[in-house]
């Protein structure tokens, strides 16, 4: 008989119901304190946990147990350990302390430093981290845990994230308390990413170098069709379709991900998936896993699930939105503004929080999402621009300018939707619509950041959010403790009114995508960062320095490496697809070209063999079109080949480097496929060398 979905649920997870089972109260209470409160974890108690979970991992089929950590890759890492302990005659145990619990040593020299570690130094620690989960796969107990070096510098994502949610933890229920809300303790960030990806024919993707190497297509002619009728848009799954979605629910459910929603996106062969929200180093996780397992089950399905930003050219790209927002451990949203926003003092304090932090810091926030494929996407029209700012809708701005006024606001925004026809029933619309095209949209009770790239970890972005909006509470917390019960109102109205003349410039209710906008954000003094090497020397700007420092996030030697890091996986990234382009085009195209050449000049003979005056023009006019494409082709391969090899000697200077490959790399790459692309519109179908965007786009 197969499993309910509550039976499923979670069925390979040590959670909650698990623990409380297999531990003793004592132990329980004691691992309880420290997953809600963050004290420190004594080895009994690690013992006590380590002995449970191998019973519970054992029960469940697992025989070896790993760290699972988040190195500087942009993919997770782990190395399995069996649980066997030989007894000396010639038998063994399953065993597990808590000491292989709480500490791993993962060789870090191989790992990306960005010069914190030398390659001779190879010790690194992980360390469980107890919020997040246990869980069971491939016959693995997976640990979640952060991963630093043997000097204690972060090398992975987790630590600085859970780093900066130990600081807005602090930052929020400090400012509560100075507003006269004692009753909250604790306050946790959460976060709801949802996931775009592609799906291709595995047999078809075996064809081509460039998704094998890239994740991306570097050259393809336009289909006939693409997403121009827009019908692909949340239509009828097709049944291939549906039966992955199906599997990778169930998949995901077993792990305790709470996948929720799913649906065709607007270009063929794109959909999406999206979980209820969780604690947010829980969510990172589990956004994680979820792209692992849908490679998994894809490839189950004999498909390909592609991650990548940008796979394919003239249709949309994939993208992530990280919805954050902020909950007390007294069960309330204080991003929830409540029937009467206006009258919501509490709301409106985190509100104008976070319109501040996101304007001081709309340049980390760039940061936080940069790469060399979300630069394909970034401005276009699928996607947020790269300029950062806030969408709140009429409501919330009209309650902010009755503020900055000090008008009374008048709330006519509540309306009965009547749609017409008499059956349908009538509903209260919402107060505001929601717009597509703005990167930091409020959306009812939350914040949705919109430029993260599909195959981005959504650690980055929530570093940046938690920091700067602590900060943020930190000054406001600085400007309103000393002030008496009696005058906090008005000292709160005051600072209310401040922030939002301030600040103000960073909303924008309108069209993201018009060039009024990019004219109107220049004149409001917003960032206008295009590209990955534009934007990340910010994040070593001074006040970013400044901001990660103080709060203990980062250090700055930890900033730098990251800085370093990023910038050397942006040009690597594009000098890979450099040199597969050149590959394809050299050893595919220019071949290809040639050999239908060929056919159509022995058409030609053969045609004037029988009769000689008979009209070979089309035959000639396609040849000269064809040699001509060719000849470009090999010219610009050069110029490629040139440039590439240039652009990676400067290597030395990573940001002189990046720049190199992306101003001059990417626009020769963009060249070479304008020639190859005509090409490949000349030549039948059987005579190219790889599967077109016909086949990639609508096999499925």
């Avoid at 900033?559 to 942006?570: A, G, K, M, V």
Wanted: proline share 4%; with cysteine; glycine share 4%.
């Amino acid at each position: 008989m197969a499993q309910s979905i509550p039976e499923m649920y979670g069925s390979l997870v040590f959670n909650d119901k698990v623990m409380r089972s297999k531990l003793p109260k004592d132990m329980y209470k004691a691992l309880k304190k420290t997953i809600e409160n963050g004290t420190h974890l004594e080895l009994d108690v690690a013992n006590s946990v380590a002995v449970a979970m191998k019973e519970w991992a054992t029960e469940n089929g697992a025989t070896h147990y790993t760290h699972w950590f988040q190195p500087m890759t942009n993919v997770t890492a782990e190395k399995h350990d069996s649980f066997i302990s030989p007894t000396g005659d010639g038998q063994v145990i399953m065993d597990f302390s808590g000491k292989e619990l709480v500490k791993g040593e993962p060789d870090a020299s191989s790992f990306p430093s960005g010069g914190l570690r030398a390659t001779f130094e190879a010790r690194g620690y992980t360390a469980w981290d107890p919020t997040s989960p246990a869980f069971i796969k491939d016959k693995t107990l997976y640990i979640p845990t952060a991963f630093c070096s043997y000097s204690g510098e972060a090398l992975d994502k987790k630590t600085p994230l859970l780093r900066s949610m130990d600081v807005l933890n602090k930052e929020a229920v400090r400012i509560l308390h100075i507003l006269g809300n004692k009753e909250v303790r604790h306050i946790d960030t959460t976060v709801g990413p949802e996931q775009e990806y592609f799906l291709v024919d595995k047999d078809l993707y075996k064809k081509r170098k460039d998704l094998i190497f890239c994740g991306r297509t570097l050259l393809g002619a336009s289909a006939p069709k693409g997403q121009e009728m827009e019908d692909h848009y949340f239509g009828a799954l097709k049944p291939r379709v549906a039966a992955y979605m199906h599997d990778l629910d169930e998949e995901l459910w077993k792990l305790g991900i709470p996948a929720k929603t799913k649906h065709n996106e607007v270009a063929p062969a794109q959909h999406e998936l999206a979980p209820v929200f969780d604690t947010t180093n829980v969510a990172v996780d589990h956004n994680q896993l979820t792209m692992e397992i849908m490679k998994k089950v894809a490839d189950k399905h004999n498909m390909v699930c592609l991650l990548h930003e940008k796979p394919f050219e003239g249709i949309n790209g994939s993208g992530k939105h990280n919805n954050w927002s902020m909950s007390t451990d007294t069960g309330v949203n204080l991003l929830d503004p409540g029937k009467t926003p206006a009258e919501n003092t509490q709301f409106l304090v985190f509100l104008v929080a976070v319109i501040k932090a996101v304007d001081d810091y709309a340049d980390l926030l760039r940061v936080s999402v940069a790469s060399a494929g979300n630069d394909h996407r970034l401005g276009a029209n699928e996607a947020p621009p790269a300029i950062v700012s806030i969408f709140l809708g009429d409501e919330l701005t009209d309650v902010l300018k009755s503020i900055e006024n000090d008008t009374f606001f008048s709330n006519k925004h509540a309306v009965q939707m009547d749609i017409g026809a008499k059956v349908l029933p009538h509903f209260i619309k919402d107060t505001t619509d929601r717009n597509r095209t703005s990167p930091f949209a409020f959306t009812g009770n939350k914040f949705e950041f919109r430029m993260l790239g599909s195959a981005a970890s959504v650690a980055n972005p929530n570093i940046v959010l938690n920091t700067a909006v602590a900060e943020v509470l930190a000054e406001f917390s600085a400007s309103l403790k000393d002030v008496p019960e009696e005058e906090m109102e008005s000292a709160v109205h005051a600072l209310l009114k401040k922030t939002i003349e301030e600040h103000k410039r960073i909303i924008f209710n309108g069209n993201g995508y018009t060039d009024e906008w990019v004219e109107e954000a220049e004149k409001r003094g917003l960032y206008n960062l295009k590209t990955t090497p534009d934007a990340l020397p910010h994040f070593i700007a001074e006040k970013n320095i400044e901001l990660f420092t103080k709060h203990g996030i980062f250090t700055r030697e930890e900033l730098f490496s990251r800085y370093d890091i990023w910038l050397e996986n942006y040009y690597k990234t594009i000098n890979i697809e450099s040199n597969t382009l050149a590959e394809m085009i050299q050893k595919q195209v220019i071949p290809s070209v040639y050999t239908y050449v060929e056919k159509l000049a022995d058409t030609a003979a053969a045609k004037k063999s029988v009769v000689a005056d008979i009209s070979v023009a089309s035959e000639a006019a396609l040849i000269s079109k064809l040699s001509a494409l060719a000849d470009t082709m090999a010219k610009d391969l050069e110029t490629l080949k040139a440039d590439t090899a240039k652009a990676l000697a400067s290597s030395d200077d990573v940001l002189a480097c990046s720049k190199a490959y992306q101003g001059t790399v990417l626009e020769d790459m963009e060249v070479l496929r304008k020639s190859a692309d005509e090409a490949e519109a000349l030549i039948p179908d059987e005579l190219l060398p790889y599967p077109t965007y016909d086949e990639l786009l609508f096999s499925i």
